[in-house]
């Protein structure tokens, strides 16, 4: 399905966690068209390059976009402070989604800010999904409420132990695993869970789907900025993320991440 560049309105754009935003927009035509695991392309005040965000909920009926961020740098800061009634200059949807095809029951595992997209993947596979999330502390939960109100079961981890499990999200999503009933398992996060997450998915014979974050210029494959090593049989060749992912099944593709 073809993109869309357009001024969306901002709804709403709240802090919910430290340093972390939910941002609702006025978008019915990407709202409409958006798939679990593709991205928004957002043009921050001057900067040239836009910054990529991930999908986090398309609402059809009122025709709004969801996008959760945290500020890293200056485009989320600037983005953060733009307040309702704000027209963005937004491309979505974009990229490669997730392929739930076949599937009767998945597990989503995110870890911080990878969160968003699993809350979206989640919810498309009703009945049929399971949630295990990774933080560094309490004060880093997001979207824990926005899980247990579609009815997702799910297992929080924090590296520090205030909250939930007391270390790696792997953990709970290991016994998850062995409880049966999971064929498919989705994972957005840093590379080091990433990897963790892989190899669980190989121990336990089951498909993995990974979304990968790449810096990022245009976002519609023509810069070829956003490249990722691919081994192919015997070769190494390259993919790029905003154009071949940024959701990539490690079962066709073997990424080195
Ligand atoms: C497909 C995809 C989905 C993403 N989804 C989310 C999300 O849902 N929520 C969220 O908070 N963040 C997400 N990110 C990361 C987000 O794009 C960066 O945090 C953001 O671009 C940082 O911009 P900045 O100006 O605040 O930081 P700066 O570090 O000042 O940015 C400088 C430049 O680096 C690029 N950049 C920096 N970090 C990243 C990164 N990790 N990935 C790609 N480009 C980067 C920026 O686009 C910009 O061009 C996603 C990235 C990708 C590729």
Not at 28 to 40: E, I, L, S, Y
Not at 73 to 86: I, M, N
Request: proline share 5%; with cysteine; net charge positive.
């Amino acid at each position: 399905m073809a993109f869309i560049q357009k001024n969306t309105e901002i709804i709403e754009n709240k802090e919910i966690a430290k340093g972390f935003f939910s941002l609702w927009l006025n978008a019915p035509d990407m709202a409409a068209q958006a798939a679990p695991g593709q991205f928004a392309h957002i043009r921050c005040g001057d900067k040239s390059l836009r910054r990529p965000i991930s999908i986090c909920g398309a609402d059809t009926e009122s025709g709004r976009l969801r996008l959760v961020y945290e500020i890293r740098g200056e485009g989320t800061k600037w983005l953060s402070e733009q307040a309702p009634g704000y027209n963005l200059d937004v491309i979505a949807p974009l990229g490669k989604g997730f392929d739930f095809r076949g599937q009767s029951g998945a597990l989503f595992i995110g870890g911080g800010i990878g969160s968003p997209p699993m809350l979206c993947a989640a919810k498309a596979f009703p009945g049929k999904a399971f949630a295990a999330l990774g933080f560094r502390n309490k004060d880093a939960i997001i979207l824990k409420q926005d899980f247990e109100e579609a009815g997702i079961p799910l297992d929080i981890t924090t590296d520090d132990g205030s909250y939930g499990y007391h270390g790696l999200v792997t953990h709970p999503a290991e016994e998850r695993l062995k409880s049966g009933g999971i064929g498919l398992v989705c994972v957005c996060g840093p590379a080091p869970m990433l990897r963790g997450v892989i190899e669980l998915a190989k121990r336990y014979n089951t498909a993995c789907q990974v979304s990968l974050e790449q810096r990022m210029g245009c976002g519609v494959g023509a810069c070829r900025v956003c490249a990722v090593k691919v081994r192919d049989k015997q070769k190494d060749i390259y993919m790029h993320v905003c154009l071949n992912g940024p959701v990539f099944d490690i079962n066709k593709f073997d990424v080195q991440i």
